[in-house]
């Protein structure tokens, strides 16, 4: 047996004592931080369902198991519409997963690579922890479904999204912003415009936030003095011919008939084409105005999943994982998935919707398989078809199918809120939800603009000398720019690749590549730094051209000591020996800083070169370059009588004569610069240097 394939074979059925032991003796990669029985990737109903499954069935047997969800709370969705309307507040549908799953271990983070053949998974806890790996025997997939709004134009920067709380307080806010604003204005019209609200989508979101909209709207306009009751608007925009077709054709009709009633606009057959800032543009050509739009359409399969897909890791069907009744993944021994991320099959044929109620079942069915196959008993399938579904339109209406029987009015309405009110995990969040219900039948809604306080995309900091930004391995968050002070990069071993100062900025190689520090990053005195968040930096480089080939350019001076130990390699060996003195071009074009534009202008015409050494009485004290003398021209009238001092010179890099051609190479590679300096002692111009003057060879004096 390989020592790869040992390590496999220990990692999957010994602990993590024994797999030390024979990493120690084999001198192989170092253990996974931590070790888990069984690791769930998703906080959502599959997820969490699973691992109660698995702490109720492995009582006394010690069985390790971690939920790893980017929240450490489970998102009740189907209650996210009523968090918009003020119905609930938004911490009533959250369940921390730690109180849920009791005896599992939480761990907060992002997954960002899975090593199926050694049963690894990396883990990005955040900005402040680094990058660590899990072990684990048995892994359970459920991250649920991802977004994708980039295939409408406009879509992504403009929509607002109904996928977790913090976007339901997002909406909230914001409508309610809009009418605070709307109360200024003195325009009927001008208020219209502010206050048209677009909803996308006609399935249970789309119904249910357009209904809790005008909700919300009408409950709290008797506030707004200034405000009519007929400059509010809300529409719903549908591709299909009736709204929610996972019910009965009349049932879904009504649900039109009572929206419609309530104010909300229908629009069907419709597909949205593009989205900007005021408008909301259909694919029959008409325009709709809107300041604010909400998008619940859209899914696509997630990121983590696409990936393992790729890589031929995982079987995928439509984007989905293609999994076995049982929840196994089809062909891959020891891996199960559930929920939206799943192609989860009916036993009476078909495959599950992705709603709660499958997601919930799918995830304790594979809880029990995983016991099952643990304790090596047969798996048993997934029996479950549905027992119907529930929609709230909102002014105390809602609709059911459920059993096969149809529900409407008032009595689906109770329905909906008893049976949600039940699935409510928790009895503390039960409790809350019945009282907040309650006292909304009697009370107006809640119209605090709460605004919520979202990360800025950039973020200043004080460094204390000695402070450390970052190390190398970390993963890289931001750019980082100093406002004061300094900061030093620093190689492993210790050496300078780049010291930044007022006006520089760093962190941009990281953020191009692999999104991991190569360096350490180390204050060497009192310094400020903008940071600017990585996803905004890189939003920045893809839309403008300009920036991109910028940060592209100044990431070339971060080498390591490899890549530069390469490039000296290349050099001719007689090369490698010599000095700055035996490689540099002597015979220099330069000006005097006294000449003018004009005697620049003949130099150029003279010796045709980009960049020409600026001295005072010999001594080196700038470079000009023809670009900037080009500009100079054209931004002063075409006149060539000024001196060559005024105009704005670059810093030259400077070596002395004896510097030794690897030290060269590096500090050209580090610096960033295409040229070198060549002065004596007292700054006087001797020659110049470029990389390809490195590889002719030594010149003969």
Same mark, same amino acid.
């Given at each position: ?11 999957? /059925? ?32 599959? @997820? ?102 980039? #295939? ?9 999204? *109904?996928?977790? +709380? ?19 204005? =003195? ?54 011919? #009736? ?8 049932? @879904? ?8 009633? *309530?104010?909300?606009?229908? +629009?069907?057959?419709?597909?949205? #084409? ?54 196994? +993944? ?24 992705? =709603? ?5 079942? !799918? ?24 027992? @119907? ?9 809602? +609709? ?14 109770? *329905? ?54 970052? /190390? ?79 940060? #592209?350019?100044?990431?070339? !001076? ?77 931004? /002063? ?25 690897? =030290?060269?190479?590096?500090?050209? *590679? ?26 002719? @060879?030594?010149?003969?004096?």
């Amino acid at each position: 047996m390989t020592n790869e394939a040992a390590a496999r074979f220990l990692i999957r /059925h010994f602990s993590p004592s024994t797999w030390l032991a024979f990493c120690t003796h084999s001198h192989m990669t170092k253990l996974p931080d931590r070790q888990f029985d069984v690791a769930i990737i998703g906080g959502g109903f599959a @997820g969490v369902y699973c691992a109660k499954e698995l702490l109720k069935r492995s009582v006394g047997s010690g069985l390790r198991v971690a939920v790893i969800a980017s929240e450490n709370h489970m998102v009740f969705q189907p209650m996210l519409p009523e968090v918009v309307g003020g119905s609930l507040a938004a911490q009533h549908v959250v369940n921390p997963i730690r109180i849920i799953c009791q005896g599992a271990e939480v761990l907060k983070g992002e997954v960002t690579a899975i090593d199926l053949a050694t049963h690894v998974l990396t883990l990005d806890g955040g900005a402040c922890a680094p990058h660590f790996t899990i072990g684990f025997k048995h892994l359970m997939l459920a991250p649920g479904a991802h977004v994708d709004l980039s #295939r409408i134009p406009g879509m992504s920067e403009h929509a607002f999204l *109904m996928r977790n +709380v913090g976007d339901a307080m997002k909406l909230r806010a914001a409508i309610i912003s809009r009418m605070e604003e709307a109360n200024l204005l =003195t325009h009927s019209q001008q208020r219209k415009d502010l206050l048209s609200f677009v909803v996308v989508g006609g399935g249970f979101s789309g119904v249910e936030t357009a209904g809790q909209i005008q909700d919300l709207i009408a409950g709290v306009l008797r506030y707004y003095e200034n405000i009519q009751s007929d400059e509010p608007s809300v529409t719903l925009v549908h591709s299909g011919d #009736r709204l929610l077709g996972m019910l009965s054709e009349s049932l @879904g009709d009504y649900t039109g008939d009572c929206l419609a009633k *309530m104010g909300v606009k229908l +629009v069907f057959k419709c597909r949205v #084409r593009a989205v900007t800032a005021r408008t909301v543009q259909l694919s029959d050509g008409v325009s709709l105005n809107c300041s604010l739009v909400v998008c619940t359409v859209g899914n696509a399969p997630h990121p983590l999943i696409q990936k393992l897909g790729a890589a031929n890791a995982l079987p995928l069907e439509r984007g989905k994982i293609s999994v076995e009744p049982t929840g196994a +993944v089809k062909g891959v021994e020891n891996v199960w998935s559930a929920g939206d991320c799943a192609m989860y099959p009916k036993h009476n044929g078909g495959t599950c919707p992705e =709603t709660a109620q499958f997601a919930m079942r !799918q995830g304790v069915v594979v809880g029990k398989n995983i016991v099952a196959a643990i304790e090596g008993k047969k798996l048993k399938p997934f029996t479950f078809t549905g027992l @119907g579904e529930l929609a709230t339109i909102g002014h105390r209406k809602a +609709v059911a199918q459920i059993l096969g029987l149809r529900f409407s009015g008032l009595i689906a309405w109770f *329905m909906w809120r008893s049976i949600y009110l039940m699935k409510l995990p928790g009895i503390d969040r039960k409790l809350r939800v019945m009282a907040e219900w309650t006292f909304e039948l009697f009370f107006p809604r809640d119209i605090n603009l709460l605004t919520p306080n979202f990360s800025s995309p950039l973020g200043e900091m004080h460094l204390e000398p000695g402070d450390s930004l970052f /190390h190398s391995g970390e993963p890289a968050q931001s750019l980082y720019a100093v406002k004061k002070g300094r900061v030093d990069i620093t190689d492993a071993q210790g050496q300078i690749v780049k010291t930044c100062g007022p006006g520089e900025h760093f962190g941009e190689r990281a953020l191009l590549s692999d999104g991991v520090w190569r360096f350490d990053a180390t204050a060497k005195e009192a310094s400020e730094l903008v940071a600017i968040d990585g996803e905004t930096f890189k939003t920045l480089v893809k839309s403008i051209g300009s920036l991109d080939t910028l940060f #592209r350019a100044s990431a070339q !001076q971060y080498h390591l000591p490899e890549e530069i130990q390469q490039t000296v390699a290349a050099i001719p060996e007689a090369t490698r020996s010599a000095t700055a003195a035996d490689v540099m071009t002597r015979d220099v074009a330069s000006l005097e800083s006294s000449a003018t534009v004009q005697d620049a202008v003949t130099e150029f015409q003279t010796h045709p070169h980009s960049t020409y050494p600026i001295t005072d009485g010999g001594r080196v004290v700038g470079l000009l370059r023809r670009s900037i003398c080009y500009e100079w021209l054209k931004n /002063h009238g075409l006149t060539c009588v000024d001196k060559l001092s005024a105009l704005p010179l670059t810093k030259p890099f400077c070596v002395t004569s004896d510097t030794p051609v690897p =030290t060269l190479v590096q500090t050209l *590679m580090r610096t960033g610069v295409s040229k070198a300096v060549v002065v004596d002692d007292q700054n006087h111009l001797l020659g110049m240097i470029t990389l390809f003057d490195l590889l002719k @060879g030594v010149r003969q004096a």
